[in-house]
């Protein structure tokens, strides 16, 4: 089982920026600890970083050919991508969103979410936590039916 994990803008930054709100996990720490759980569960991870939305579209697009599913953490992107939404419509294929803060403990900005009532499911505010019951629900999820 083949899973995706994208991730959006400014989320390479991890572990410096705003370590408050967002933790002090690198991306690559992440990565690491999200690897290491996949392997447990039998799933090949593709790891994906874009500032680009132009890029991230592509990627969408192109998912359901290499990957049964995806755990995505749009970033900014969440609240403001039509366009990555419209991918998601166009190359369906299940994913859990997640989010390492609350988006409801944050700017009235950051409550909605235009993928969400596509996504499966939804993890907010969890910090890196999440990215690893995402990977374990989803496996499940595709494995189970």
């Not at 002090?24 to 970083?49: D, M």
């Not at 755990?71 to 390492?100: C, K, M, Q």
């Amino acid at each position: 089982m083949r899973i995706a994990v994208i991730n959006g803008p400014n989320l390479n930054l991890l572990g410096q920026r705003e370590p408050s709100i967002y933790g002090v996990t690198t991306l690559a720490a992440l990565e690491t600890q999200v690897r290491e759980s996949a392997a447990t569960l039998g799933v090949t991870i593709e790891w994906i970083q874009s500032n680009h939305e132009g890029e991230l579209v592509d990627l969408v697009q192109g998912l359901a050919s290499r990957c049964e599913g995806a755990i995505v953490n749009l970033g900014a992107y969440t609240h403001t991508s039509l366009a990555i939404r419209d991918a998601f419509l166009a190359a369906p294929i299940p994913f859990i969103e997640v989010h390492l803060s609350n988006l409801y403990r944050r700017e009235a900005a950051r409550h909605h979410s235009l993928t969400a009532d596509l996504a499966i499911g939804m993890i907010s505010g969890l910090g890196a936590r999440g990215y690893l019951l995402a990977l374990d629900a989803l496996a499940g999820v595709l494995r189970d039916g």
